[in-house]
T-cell receptor, first 114, second 114 residues
Framework: GENVEQHPSTLSVQEGDSAVIKCTYS??????FPWYKQELGKRPQLIID?????GEKKDQRIAVTLNKTAKHFSLHITETQPEDSAVYFC?????????????FGSGTRLLVRP | DTGVSQNPRHKITKRGQNVTFRCDPI?????LYWYRQTLGQGPEFLTY????????KSRLLSDRFSAERPKGSFSTLEIQRTEQGDSAMYLC????????????FGPGTRLTVL
């Protein structure tokens, strides 16, 4: 089945710097790749997603890139702010049985230092 | 609040007891998912409903776990004869049918088995 690996597990950046989180997946048939942000004690919330027919997607300070050949995708956050501090999860959705379930990475704890 | 809701938010039980959690999805969402999240890890898929039909169950879901969605609206997850290893956050998510759509997560039920 699908397996998603995420790196780094922790990331500390200075406010205003950029942060990059990388994920790889194993099932080449996966077509959908969302990123979720989870603040301490709160529910995961979608921040951006990308489908396999697109190589890059941007939403203000957040961008995601997808390389289907290499089976990896990355989250880029520019001009980081303290409120970006949270745990970020990547996920992939393999098209098995049409459940559209998500297989998550293990998370990256991002700390933005003021 | 029109988001996904879960009850109870916290449950402490003794080993061997049965517990039941409830999830109320967003009203027009026909897909419902249960995930389990342990400390420092990403959510792990447990099971999926489309309307009232349970269409997929993870191998992680032992026969002590059962889930229902009797009228295609709310869902319940029951764990029988709880074990300490069942301690985790149980998350429910819902989404619209048809293709890849955002999964909206509930706040979770934190289970502690003593």
């Amino acid at each position: 089945g699908e397996n998603v690996e995420q790196h780094p597990s922790t990331l500390s950046v200075q406010e205003g710097d950029s942060a990059v989180i990388k994920c790889t997946y194993s099932d080449s048939a996966s077509n959908y790749f969302p990123w979720y942000k989870q603040e301490l004690g709160k529910r995961p919330q979608l921040i951006i997603d990308i489908r396999s027919n697109v190589g890059e997607k941007k939403d203000q300070r957040i961008a995601v890139t997808l390389n289907k050949t290499a089976k990896h995708f990355s989250l880029h956050i520019t001009e980081t702010q303290p409120e970006d501090s949270a745990v970020y999860f990547c996920a992939a959705s393999p098209p098995v049985d049409s459940s559209y379930k998500l297989i998550f990475g293990s998370g990256t704890r991002l700390l933005v230092r003021p | 609040d029109t988001g996904v809701s879960q009850n109870p938010r916290h449950k402490i039980t003794k080993r061997g007891q049965n517990v039941t959690f409830r999830c109320d999805p967003i009203s027009e969402h026909n897909r419902l998912y249960w995930y389990r999240q342990t400390l420092g890890q990403g959510p792990e898929f447990l099971t999926y409903f489309q309307n009232e039909a349970q269409l997929e169950k993870s191998r992680l879901l032992s026969d002590r776990f059962s889930a229902e969605r009797p009228k295609g609206s709310f869902s319940t997850l029951e764990i029988q004869r709880t074990e300490q290893g069942d301690s985790a956050m149980y998350l429910c998510a819902s989404s619209l049918g048809r293709g890849y759509n955002e999964q909206f997560f509930g706040p979770g039920t934190r289970l502690t088995v003593l």
